[in-house]
């Protein structure tokens, strides 16, 4: 599918995904001498089954500064965040996350196998296709945390490259083991699509600008284009759930490819993603009020009509 040059300008938004997720400095301590250790096997135990992994909550964010375009002068933001739990057997976790791109927020429910999206404190029911397309993704976990990621196509165990172990240090007054990663930003772009099926089955990438899809030829000259990518992540050295995940990527696209992404000339993509309350219960509770999806629908589309004026 073509897409056009305002659709390929905010093709970057599509990270959310994903991924979500930052280096920054821990907040209870610096990592002490590097320990011997195999970060690849140490990832891989986070994908496990594991119950201190049933519950929690995520908190991610992604901050996109671009060049090259006016309309986008200002960086902009995208998120998610929220409680989740998993019971065991249940095709979804159950979780209440909201959703955030630049200006646009809806919020994300299941529970007890039903599914809403929503607009304020009234739930919209999912249709089938739809709620059926979180469980493709979600089935491929192992535990409640990986469940909750890969609906949205959110897998850094996938992009990580080079991994190596950096240290220890304490996160919420639980010790983690830091590791420093490179990263694959075809891998994340590939997965960006799987957030991306979604937004557009909810008629959500026409209201927020995103394109329904990143075609491989605009993959390729994102990917061509990176001058800086680093990883790290943080995992709890006992208990393997990971508690913290990021990257930074900057880029400097060619003058020869600039119109295919709608005239961006270089950027920067920082993001972050905190996985916090581990192990807890969380009170996850359905929407106050119902409506059917053809309203929710009819709303979204009466923004996207003033996003096209």
């Not at 159950?94 to 791109?101: A, N, P, Q, S, T």
């Not at 709620?131 to 959110?154: D, K, S």
């Not at 060619?254 to 009170?283: F, M, N, W």
Request: hydrophobic share 40%; net charge positive; charged share 25%.
């Amino acid at each position: 599918m073509a897409m056009g040059p305002r659709r390929c300008i905010a093709l970057l938004g599509a990270f959310l995904a994903a991924v979500l997720v930052s280096c920054g400095d821990d907040d209870e301590g610096s990592d002490r001498a590097r320990p011997a250790g195999d970060p690849v096997k140490l990832v891989q135990e986070t994908l496990k089954p594991n119950p201190a992994a049933r519950s929690g909550r995520i908190d991610g964010r992604i901050e996109i500064a671009l060049k090259g375009v006016p309309r986008f002068a200002e960086p902009f933001s995208v998120g998610v965040s929220g409680p989740f739990r998993y019971r065991s057997g249940a095709s979804l976790p159950d979780y209440e996350l909201e959703m955030g791109v630049r200006d646009n927020g809806v919020g994300l429910t299941s529970l007890r196998g039903r599914s809403w999206v929503s607009l304020g404190s009234t739930g919209y029911t999912l249709p089938g296709k739809v709620r059926r397309r979180l469980v493709r993704h979600a089935v491929r976990g192992e535990n409640g945390l990986t469940r909750t990621l890969l609906q949205f196509g959110i897998r850094p165990w996938r992009w990580e490259t080079d991994r190596r172990i950096a240290g220890r240090t304490r996160i919420d007054g639980v010790e983690v083991v830091h590791i420093t990663t490179g990263f694959t930003a075809g891998h994340i772009l590939q997965d960006a699509n799987t957030l991306l099926g979604l937004l557009s089955s909810l008629r959500l990438t026409r209201a927020t600008g995103l394109p329904d899809l990143i075609s491989r030829r605009a993959r390729q000259i994102v990917v061509r284009s990176v001058t800086l990518k680093k990883g790290e992540q943080w995992i709890g050295a006992k208990d393997k759930v990971m508690r913290r995940a990021g990257f930074t990527m900057r880029f400097a696209v060619p003058k020869a490819d600039r119109t295919k992404l709608g005239g961006i000339s270089a950027g920067t993509v920082v993001g972050e993603l905190h996985v916090t309350d581990v192990g807890r219960p969380q009170r996850i509770g359905a929407p106050a009020t119902t409506g059917s999806f053809a309203d929710f629908q009819a709303g979204i589309d009466a923004v996207g009509d003033a996003q096209d004026r």
